[in-house]
């Protein structure tokens, strides 16, 4: 079976600062990661993916995130937040290890930039 | 490139009233999907399509069905609506890889009174 968390329903950070929303997640094979963003009345938005390879993926807007096997953690990051990157985040798993090929979602992560 | 068009935008039922919710892609894809997304909830699957032909149950079926008309279009209707189907409703599609990701629409805001 697989699942994912998103242990934080809200994240606060400051302008310019680094931010992170975190994802933990788990499979039985190995997982292809995935994070979404949704902005208010919009639907949710790809914006990168860990399939096999390097562990630092890069994405749309800045973002990253970091794929870590032993920690089973998968976070998105972006080096200098901005007011407009205030939006709901989602992290999803597939699990190739005959798993679904439809995907599990967390419950989404609120992220607040503060000016 | 229009990508996931849904319609309506925004509907008001009142209970036991029926409707249908339309989805259509132009990407291609064979799979499309549906959900639904509470506060608190996320998203949650209630039916889909993994191609033309073919349909399955999601997380939250009951009081939906769903009809894939063609490749492009998918879609869901309400019976007999009940308040408890006042939600958001996201129509998505993928080409059903594992590694690609699902592309959504902006969806329908459903209340139902």
């Known amino acids: 079976a697989q699942s994912v968390a998103q242990p934080e329903d809200q994240v606060n950070v400051a302008e310019g600062n680094p931010l992170t929303v975190k994802c933990t997640y788990s499979v039985s094979g190995n997982p292809y990661l995935f994070w979404y963003v949704q902005y208010p009345n919009r639907g949710l938005q790809f914006l990168l993916k860990?399939?096999?390879?390097?562990?630092l993926v890069k994405g749309s807007y800045g973002f990253e995130a970091e794929f870590n096997k032993s920690q089973t953690s998968f976070h998105l990051k972006k080096p200098s937040a901005l007011v407009s990157d205030s939006a709901l985040y989602f992290c999803a798993v597939r699990d190739n290890g005959g798993g679904s090929y439809i995907p599990t979602f967390g419950r989404g992560t609120s992220l607040i930039v503060h000016p | 490139n229009a990508g996931v068009t849904q319609t309506p935008k925004f509907q008001v039922l009142k209970t036991g009233q029926s409707m249908t919710l339309q989805c259509a892609q132009d990407m291609n894809h064979n799979s499309m999907y549906w959900y639904r997304q509470d506060p608190g909830m996320g998203l949650r699957l209630i039916y889909y399509?993994?191609?033309?032909?073919?349909?399955d149950k999601g997380e939250v079926p009951n009081g939906y069905n769903v009809s894939r008309l063609n490749k492009r279009e998918f879609s869901l209707r309400l019976e007999s609506a009940a308040p408890s189907q006042t939600s958001v409703y996201f129509c998505a599609s993928s080409d059903g890889a594992f590694n690609s990701p699902l592309h959504f629409g902006n969806g329908t805001r459903l209340t139902v009174t």
């Open positions: 399509s993994a191609s033309e032909g073919t349909t």
């Open positions: 860990y399939i096999t390879g390097d562990n």
